[in-house]
């Protein structure tokens, strides 16, 4: 019912661009902070980026602060994650996370199948 669908990941040299794309169906898009979250092998999932419901306010993880920027458009139920200036480090399964969030607790919370993401010579 609910689905996350990320497109837009493959194989980059470094100092390439991507433009990742989640596209959101089953609930009231809105309403909900989105986020990019990624995984490398043999690593826990890191929170890349997040873009809130109301406000449209945004936070990166320190890494790629300058050279991701996250974004929504909520007439086309989707977010975006811009990536420039892409690194081998960046290398990662990249996954799309969408939370409805009441004034303390998170009280939805769903997740894409991921998309992969390989920066390479």
């Known amino acids: 019912q609910v689905q996350l669908v990320e497109s837009g990941g493959g194989l980059v040299q470094p100092g390439g661009s991507l433009r990742l794309s989640c596209a959101a169906s089953?609930?009231?898009?809105?309403?909900?902070?989105m986020s990019w979250y990624r995984q490398a092998p043999g690593k826990k999932r890191e929170l890349v980026a997040t873009?809130?419901?109301?406000?449209?306010?945004?936070e990166y993880v320190d890494s790629v602060k300058g050279r991701f920027t996250i974004s929504r458009d909520n007439l086309k139920n989707t977010v975006y994650l811009q990536m420039n200036s892409l690194k081998p480090e960046d290398t990662a399964v990249y996954y799309c996370?969408?939370?409805?969030?009441?004034?303390?607790?998170?009280?939805?919370?769903?997740w894409g199948q991921g998309t992969q993401v390989t920066v390479s010579s």
């Open positions: 996370n969408a939370q409805e969030r009441g004034l303390v607790l998170v009280t939805q919370d769903y």
């Open positions: 089953g609930f009231t898009f809105s309403r909900y902070t």
């Open positions: 873009i809130r419901s109301i406000d449209g306010s945004t």
